[in-house]
């Protein structure tokens, strides 16, 4: 198998001596040859064969001797070497996953014990994004609906429970976190994103005829999990200390069609957005997506998210909400991507027993 071209330079004296290396005899199936040059240097060409030469050098030698190298590197300049290599950024990344996926685990248990709250954790999330105003580049999500002077807005009627929920959940996040208290901008839409998964769950398994193990395994294969990357990136963001204006956010209950679609126009959406997203607009979705079709530029639309949540992955109708979703929930956000991290005991190398 060949191995790759790669170079491997040290700072450290060399720990090998520098000699030629001839080539293998005309037995082998292809040159084998480690080029040693200058000091700490070492380079790896072509590798087929595990045979050495009259030098005495097997393959296995030479990557022990760049294990060694690299290793004494890694201990001798911990500082300089965490700047150049990023392991900084690797572990801030690692504590960021691994804290996002306990609030995952949170968020999932809350709504699972209260699967009547799905539907207005999905309206909560939008109405905190949509406050979002491009002229002022303000609003968002932002969190700004967990004051209860805007909670209390007649938009955002039937609310109060689901916020609720989430500040049980909040509790709950915090006591374990390393890295701060998580952000309600940051919960708000993670708990859509979870509320939007047990919808695409409950249609599997539906179409497993109730059975949840089957349904589970197939909304796993089936499913679109693989989607949410980019959304779960957008980790980070920062609470308002306001409320948002008010008069930003229609009551999508009684709002026209018009006025539905010129609210998404204002946030950057069109109709193709506003028929993907008919689950955030109300408790009956069937209802909401009649009245939709009513207007002829988003009727295309709802048809055609109606007939992909017929097939059994829902394809189109999943991938087009979650990066409806993945858009909406960072209108206007600036996204901390060091947001919860923390400080990493350091090892005292002078303690370690070798």
């Not at 839409?189 to 599997?204: D, P, V």
Request: proline share 5%; with cysteine.
């Amino acid at each position: 198998m060949e191995a790759m071209g790669v170079s491997f330079l040290s700072t450290t004296p060399s720990l090998v001596s520098l000699v030629p290396v001839p080539s293998l005899n005309s037995n082998s199936v292809a040159a084998n040859r480690y080029l040693i040059t200058r000091a700490g240097a070492i380079r790896c060409s072509k590798t087929e064969t595990d045979v050495c030469g009259e030098y005495g050098f097997h393959r296995r030698d030479v990557l022990k001797c760049i294990g060694a190298t690299v290793g004494v590197e890694l201990l001798a300049s911990s500082g300089p070497w965490v700047e150049m290599a990023t392991a900084a950024d690797l572990i801030q990344r690692r504590q960021r996953s691994e804290f996002l996926s306990n609030i995952k685990d949170t968020l999932f248990k809350a709504l699972k014990g209260n699967p009547d709250l799905i539907s207005p954790i999905l309206t909560l999330a939008l109405n905190d994004a949509v406050t979002y105003d491009k002229a002022t580049k303000s609003g968002g999500p932002n969190g700004s609906i967990r004051f209860s002077s805007e909670l209390s807005r007649p938009e955002n009627k039937g609310l109060s429970a689901a916020m609720s929920l989430l500040d049980e959940a909040k509790k709950e996040i915090d006591s374990y976190s390393k890295g701060g208290p998580i952000s309600y901008a940051d919960l708000i839409q993670y708990a859509a994103q979870t509320a939007t998964k047990a919808t695409f769950l409950a249609s599997a398994i539906r179409k497993s005829g109730g059975n949840e193990e089957k349904g589970s395994l197939l909304y796993s294969v089936y499913g679109s999990n693989g989607q949410w990357g980019l959304f779960d990136r957008q980790f980070g963001r920062s609470d308002t200390e306001e409320p948002d204006p008010e008069g930003r956010v229609p009551l999508w209950g009684k709002a026209t069609v018009q006025e539905m679609k010129d609210k998404f126009k204002a946030v950057g959406f069109g109709p193709r957005q506003l028929a993907v997203m008919s689950a955030f607009l109300g408790p009956d979705q069937n209802a909401t997506e009649a009245l939709l079709a009513t207007d002829p530029d988003v009727t295309p639309w709802v048809q055609k998210y109606q007939r992909s949540r017929e097939t059994v992955s829902q394809t189109d109708y999943e991938v087009d909400l979650i990066t409806t979703l993945t858009k909406l929930s960072c209108l206007g956000q600036q996204i901390n991507y060091e947001a919860y991290t923390y400080p990493v005991k350091k090892i005292e190398l002078s303690k370690l027993k070798l």
